[in-house]
């Protein structure tokens, strides 16, 4: 991929806002863009953009010999790839460094620190394992794309069902998904990948690096760390040297944002019935990682009607809230006639939820 050459008046600028601890969008030094999260017709196909970066991850099984220094476990396989539309400098005809980059760091994080259970994957030890391939692919590259995939995948993991299975003897009988519920994988934590953009010889750093940022950035580092503040692997890029202190302060950091990631991509799964046998909400919106003591809850329009059904048993309800219910009960019946004519359209539908100023 070719280096891109960047104006010294640019340079300037984005160096003279980051001194002032200001960004060209508006953000906050340890600020991410938008998040929004795409979920396909298929188990574990999430499409996530942050701000105008997208990652498509695609995850499938397949029923393959085991390993032969394996024999108890099942095979994950990680592609990374670059489209050809991602990236400006891109050349075709050569393997993209930043698919391997990214697609190395990723599967270091898992797999080092073992996240995923690959004992439950085994079907018959010796014979038969599932081989999970976990396809991820850079539509579009402005910025921070390490953390833009390492969010598609763990999406992707928590939201894949695999076809159940019967083991009789060393005969195993694969369900379908009408036959019998699919089942999740075994994960034992969620790592996340936080970036780190480095500038002026270390002496500033930002959080969530935007394509322009990168240009002019003099070091990056990339720390994937669980909910539990385990560090799982650390990548260094750069010229730019970083101090033991310099280092600490970032696991601090990304530490905080880990959590607010897994909290938000598990308060969207819950309320989604984690994609196996509801529909997915249309949007879901958070509040900024600023706030740090912000509860989420979402009141659906059930537990309204039943709220105010509640009061009118009491005898307390005034005329308005008696309107307010009548109102929401057929509002509610509307939607629902709305949703029973729109079914047979509904496969050619995709959902999308939206994770906003995280």
């Not at 240009?215 to 260094?236: D, F, P």
């Not at 033991?244 to 598990?266: F, H, N």
């Amino acid at each position: 991929m070719r280096d891109t050459v960047v104006p010294n008046v640019d340079k300037a600028f984005l160096l003279a806002t980051i001194q002032q601890s200001k960004r060209l969008d508006g953000r906050g030094v340890y600020d991410y863009r938008k998040v929004k999260l795409t979920y396909g017709k298929g188990f574990g196909n999430v499409e996530v953009q942050l701000g105008r970066s997208r990652v498509l991850c695609q995850i499938s099984a397949v029923v393959v010999p085991p390993n032969e220094d394996r024999q108890h476990e099942g095979i994950v396989v990680f592609n990374t790839n670059l489209a050809q539309i991602a990236d400006p400098q891109y050349e075709p005809g050569r393997p993209s460094a930043l698919a391997i980059e990214v697609g190395r760091i990723i599967e270091r994080g898992l797999k080092e620190s073992r996240a995923i259970e690959k004992e439950g994957l085994c079907i018959v030890a010796g014979a038969k394992v599932w081989q999970l391939t976990i396809d991820t692919t850079i539509l579009d590259n402005c910025g921070n794309v390490i953390d833009c995939a390492s969010i598609a995948v763990m999406a992707a993991l928590r939201h894949f069902r695999r076809p159940d299975v019967t083991v009789q003897g060393e005969t195993a009988t694969i369900h379908t998904l009408t036959e019998k519920e699919p089942v999740p994988l075994g994960l034992q934590h969620i790592p996340f990948a936080i970036t780190f953009g480095f500038f002026d010889g270390g002496k500033y750093t930002l959080v969530d690096t935007s394509l322009e940022e990168e240009h002019v950035m003099e070091g990056r580092l990339t720390l994937t760390l669980n909910t539990h503040r385990e560090v799982c692997a650390i990548h260094k890029c750069g010229g730019a040297p970083l101090l033991p202190d310099q280092i600490i302060r970032c696991a601090k950091i990304a530490a905080v944002k880990v959590t607010e990631l897994s909290d938000l991509l598990t308060a969207v799964l819950d309320e989604a019935g984690a994609g196996i046998s509801n529909p997915l909400p249309d949007k879901r919106s958070a509040r900024t990682i600023g706030e740090q003591n912000t509860h989420i809850k979402v009141v659906t329009k059930e537990e309204k009607i039943i709220d105010l059904a509640k009061d009118l048993a009491s005898e307390t309800t005034t005329t308005t809230q008696q309107d307010t219910l009548n109102s929401a009960m057929s509002e509610d019946g509307s939607e629902s006639e709305a949703e029973s004519d729109s079914e047979s359209d509904s496969e050619e539908e995709e959902t999308t939820m939206v994770l906003t100023g995280i």
